[in-house]
C-alpha cells in the first residue's frame, strides 16, 4: 500500500463504532480505521494532529505490549499508526457519508491530522489459499463472563443475575433496542457445549450488535442498525445451506432448518475451544459451581447430559475470562480509589505522567499491573494500580471475537458441498484502552442498569416468544446434536 498514491475509489465503507470509522480495501486485504468526532467540532478538531497520532499510537502499544502478553500473541493484530494524504481523507469522507447509518452521523470522521490505524482485515484474509468457496467470518462480543464476588457489592441482584442480562432491560428501557437479546455470556464462558451451542443460538435469533457474518469480507448477517430490528433469520439459513449440504441429519433426503443450524452452531463451538495443537490442558473453572449460572439465563440446567472441565487454557474465550477476572472490586469498590488518584492529582497534577494515566502502555506499565498487592496499603500507587486492573478488564469485557472458517479445497471437499478445514482462525480485536477518567461515568451506568432491571424484569415464564424458523416437525425435536464434523 503505496501512501502517497492513495485513491479513495479503492477504499469502501466496512462499519463504525462510537469512536471509529472503519474502511476496507476493494483488493488488499487492509482496512483503515480512522477516528470520529462530535459534529459540532468538525470546523474544530479537539486535538491536535500530534495527539491524536499519540492517540492511535497508545492503542497500538497497549495491544502490543499488554494485551499480547494478557491474551496471548496467536490472538492479536496491532497494526501500524499511518499518515494518510489530507486530501484523500476528506475525498473518502465524502464517499462513505452516504453509507453510514443515520444514527451514527452525530459524529464525523477526523479529516484533519491524516492519521489513521492500518489493520489486516480479518473478514477478508488473505492468509489461506483461495478456493472457489468464499471464506466465512464470523464476529462476536462475548461480553461479560462471570459474576461478581466483591464484598463491595451493595445489590445482590448482581451477584445472581450477570451484567448483559441486566444490561438488556435497560436498553430496551431506553430504546436502544426493540427486543432484548436472550444471549447469556455465562452459558458461552462455560465451556459446555450444550450451554455455549444454546447461547450462539440467541446471538443468532437477535444478533443486535454483538453477531455478524461475512462471507468474502462482505456481510450478509447484523442487526439492522437503523431501525434496531432483527435480521432476516430464513435468509441467513438459505445462505447456509450453500456451506452446509452435507450434514448427516437428512429428513426425506433433505437437510431440515434445524440441522443447518446445528452444524453451523456447532462448528463455532469447536472454533472458540480450539487452541495450539498439543496444548490442551484442561482447567477447571475457577468459580464455585454455583455461581457460573445467571439467573436470567433460559437454559435449563436439566438439560445437561455431560458435564465440563471448564474451557481448554489455550482458547480465546478462558483468555479473555482470566483477563476480566483482573477485575477484583467491582466498579462499586473501585470507585473510592479513584476517588483518592483523583484528589492526589488535583494536588500534583505533574504525577500524572509519573502514574502513567495516559500512558505510555509500555512493559513497565504491565510489571505493574501484574505486581499489585492484593491488600489496599493506602497509598495512591495501590490505587491507581487497581485502576489500571479495572481498565484492562473492561476493555476484553468489551471486545470482539473473530472467528474465521475456511472452506477445504476442492479436492478435499464433498461432492454435495464444503467441507471444513480444522485450523480455525479465532482473532482477538476492539482492545483500545479504556480511559481513566470514565470510571464516574461507569458507576452511574452500573447504578441506573441495576435499578431499572430491578423494576422491570419479568419472570421467565413471561418472556415474550422467540421467532419462528422451523417446521412443525423440527419444533418438535428439540435436541441439540453433537455429531462429528
Known amino acids: 500500500m503505496e501512501l502517497d498514491k492513495m485513491d479513495e475509489n479503492e477504499w469502501q465503507y466496512h462499519g463504525e463504532g462510537n469512536k471509529n470509522l472503519v474502511v476496507a480495501h476493494v483488493q488488499l486485504s487492509k482496512v483503515l480505521r480512522l477516528l470520529k468526532y462530535p459534529a459540532e467540532d468538525s470546523e474544530n478538531p479537539p486535538q491536535t494532529v500530534e495527539q491524536t497520532f499519540r492517540q492511535l499510537q497508545n492503542c497500538v502499544d497497549f495491544s502490543s505490549n499488554v494485551m499480547t502478553s494478557l491474551l496471548g500473541e496467536k490472538f492479536i493484530h496491532t497494526g501500524e499508526v499511518v499518515k494518510l494524504p489530507l486530501e484523500f481523507v476528506r475525498q473518502l469522507s465524502i464517499k462513505v457519508q452516504h453509507q453510514r447509518p443515520a444514527w451514527r452521523c452525530d459524529k464525523v470522521m477526523d479529516i484533519y491530522s491524516g492519521c489513521a490505524l492500518c489493520l489486516p482485515n480479518l473478514t ?6 483461495p478456493t472457489h468457496t468464499p471464506t466465512l467470518c464470523i464476529e462476536i462480543k462475548p461480553k461479560w463472563g462471570f459474576l461478581p464476588s466483591s464484598k463491595h457489592v451493595s445489590k445482590d441482584i448482581k451477584t445472581r443475575v450477570c451484567r448483559f442480562c441486566m444490561y438488556q432491560h435497560y436498553k430496551v428501557a431506553i430504546g436502544r433496542w426493540k427486543r ?15 450451554r455455549m451451542h444454546f447461547a450462539i443460538r440467541q446471538l443468532i435469533e437477535e444478533p443486535q450488535n454483538n453477531f455478524k457474518i461475512f ?3 462482505r456481510c450478509i448477517y447484523s442487526s439492522a442498525e437503523g431501525n434496531k430490528d432483527s435480521s432476516d433469520l430464513s435468509s441467513l439459513l438459505h445462505h447456509l445451506r450453500t456451506y452446509f449440504q452435507y450434514g448427516n441429519n437428512h429428513i426425506n ?13 456447532q462448528l463455532l463451538v469447536n472454533a ?9 490442558e484442561m482447567v477447571t473453572e ?8 445467571c439467573e436470567a439465563s433460559l437454559f435449563n ?8 472441565l471448564g474451557l481448554p487454557s489455550d482458547c480465546a474465550l478462558f483468555r479473555i475470562l482470566q483477563t476480566q477476572l483482573l477485575d477484583t472490586l467491582d466498579i462499586e469498590g473501585l470507585y473510592p480509589l479513584y476517588r483518592r488518584v483523583e484528589q492526589h492529582l488535583q494536588t500534583f497534577p505533574k504525577q500524572r505522567a509519573h502514574l502513567q494515566v495516559d500512558g505510555p502502555y509500555n512493559k513497565a506499565f504491565l510489571e505493574k499491573l501484574k505486581k499489585c498487592p492484593n491488600e489496599d496499603d493506602g497509598s495512591v500507587e495501590y490505587a491507581v494500580t487497581k485502576i489500571h486492573q479495572h481498565r484492562v478488564a473492561m476493555t476484553v469485557k468489551d471486545c470482539s471475537i473473530m472467528i474465521t472458517l475456511v472452506p477445504s479445497s476442492e479436492e478435499e471437499g464433498d461432492e454435495d458441498g464444503p467441507r471444513w478445514r480444522n485450523d480455525f482462525l479465532v482473532s482477538i480485536l476492539d482492545l483500545d484502552p479504556k480511559p481513566f477518567d470514565n470510571i464516574p461515568f461507569q458507576l452511574r451506568l452500573d447504578q441506573e ?11 421467565k415464564d413471561s418472556l415474550p416468544p422467540l421467532p419462528d424458523i422451523f417446521t412443525a416437525a423440527e419444533r418438535d425435536d428439540c435436541t441439540l446434536l453433537f455429531h462429528p464434523m
Open 180 to 194: 432484548r437479546s436472550l444471549y447469556c455470556p455465562l452459558d458461552l464462558f462455560s465451556g459446555n457445549r450444550q
Open 124 to 129: 477478508s484474509p488473505n492468509i489461506y489459499q
Open 253 to 265: 433426503g433433505h437437510m431440515t432448518n434445524k440441522a443447518v443450524l446445528n452444524d453451523f452452531i
Open 449 to 459: 442498569i441495576v435499578s431499572c432491571y430491578l423494576r422491570t424484569a419479568l419472570p
Open 215 to 217: 462471507e468474502g469480507g
Open 301 to 308: 440446567k436439566e438439560r445437561i447430559r455431560h458435564g465440563s
Open 272 to 280: 472458540l475451544l480450539s487452541g495450539e495443537v498439543g496444548d490442551r
Open 286 to 293: 475457577r468459580r464455585p459451581e454455583g455461581r457460573s449460572f
